[in-house]
């Protein structure tokens, strides 16, 4: 029998187009003789869908007629409960649509790559791809990230994170500290985005209110960091578990600008809508075989840090000036999963699925030998009842 798949992808996240696209490169890399593979679209209202023509991504150049081709469903929170429902029940006919054996989350941005939706399925227990909660949302929140990644010895460039709430109220202590412990020019960030959305730079106060104002519509939590200015991007996609890992080869992705935008890492400076795949970049990135290691090391000890899994990748920054190395963030979540860097390094695109759905039912088979809870009844004991208030019984 074929192994169900559910693909999900969309998502309440101004990365929302970018996980369609992403979603439908793995759909059709998923090998149709093991797979059934059942695309979930989740709206940016965060209504589920499924459907075959989700599997097209010129479907959605018209949302509401590709929807009106599609199935409404939800999943229940409950534990073991791996049906996908459908909202229109039939009189007579049951609501389970599909059971699942696994899901592959596709969900790039907030909601979805942050250990929210993670959750959600860790509630269920369904075996499913990629970083857990904690990992996703470490990974997702710049802030943090950097925090551990400090704590453990990997390079980062100095920043300062506040609120958008401590913003509006101390401003001016907050501008002295990033211009006496950075100075300029900084690049601003709201802390839990990706895709270079509110990303920007500023080479003085007057640009810096600019730039803050912009990223505190995006996130209640702001970082600004020293800015590299001789600036060489290298990104390295890592593949497995903390435990067990490998690197892929590097690439050099290439900016139209001094920021990668939106644009350059999407749409490849055109409106082609594939993915990462489609930006301009060099692979392998030409260095030094010592950076190359250095680099591929690095990413594996931010991957084994934050305690990662599935497929991330790790974007780096080099100083051109002087060849320091720092990383600048992980996706948890890649863009396209970078599956053209592990086809440069010999891993085609369904075998890359094939271990992501392998690495997910090994998961769930290690956690199936950890204790989670006693069986014990303190309260048929009579134990944790002193003192308790309606302690007389309860009602159905």
């Known amino acids: ?126 075996p499913y791809a990629g970083c857990n909660t904690l990992a996703s949302a470490n990974g997702m929140d710049k802030i943090t990230m950097k925090m551990i990644l400090s704590a453990d010895g990997i390079p980062v460039v100095d920043y300062v994170w506040f609120t958008d709430k401590q913003w509006f109220s101390r401003r001016d202590e907050l501008i002295a500290k990033i211009e006496e412990k950075l100075g300029y020019p900084v690049i601003v960030k709201p802390a839990n985005l990706g895709s270079s959305v509110g990303i920007g730079r500023a080479d003085n106060r007057e640009q810096l209110l600019e730039r803050v104002d912009d990223a505190q519509r995006y996130s209640a939590r702001i970082i600004v960091e020293d800015l590299v200015e001789n600036l060489q991007e290298i990104n390295c996609s890592v593949l497995g578990d903390c435990d067990d890992y490998e690197t892929s080869v590097l690439e050099e992705p290439i900016k139209s600008g001094e920021i990668l935008s939106y644009t350059d890492k999407y749409m490849g400076g055109s409106k082609d809508n594939r993915g990462m795949h489609a930006a301009q970049k060099r692979i392998p990135a030409d260095l030094p075989a010592d950076e190359t290691e250095r680099i591929r090391h690095l990413a594996g000890e931010t991957f084994r840090v934050l305690s990662c899994h599935g497929v991330s990748r790790v974007d780096m920054m080099i100083d051109a000036a002087t060849r320091k190395i720092y990383v600048n963030e992980i996706n948890t979540i890649p863009g396209s999963l970078s599956f053209y860097l592990w086809e440069a390094a010999g ?50």
């Open 1 to 126: 029998m074929k192994t169900n798949i559910a693909v999900f992808f969309g998502g309440r996240s101004t990365e929302h187009e970018i996980s369609v696209i992403s979603a439908n490169q793995a759909m059709a890399a998923l090998d149709s003789e093991k797979y059934n593979v059942i695309p979930v679209y989740i709206t940016k209202q965060g209504l589920w869908y499924t459907g075959e023509a989700l599997t097209d991504v010129k479907n959605y150049r018209n949302i509401q007629s590709l929807l009106d081709r599609c199935t409404q469903v939800y999943m229940r929170p409950v534990f073991g409960d791996f049906n996908l429902y459908t909202t229109n029940k039939k009189l007579f006919k049951s609501d389970v649509l599909v059971t699942l054996d696994a899901a592959i989350p596709v969900l790039h941005g907030s909601n979805g790559e942050d250990g929210i939706f993670e959750g959600v399925l860790e509630t269920i227990g369904i």
């Open 347 to 396: 891993l085609k695109f369904p075998e890359l699925m094939d271990r992501l759905v392998r690495l997910a039912l090994k998961r769930k088979r290690d956690q199936a030998s950890k204790t989670v809870s006693y069986d014990s009844n303190i309260f048929a004991l009579g134990g944790g009842l002193k003192g308790a208030k309606g302690a007389k019984g309860c009602k159905n």
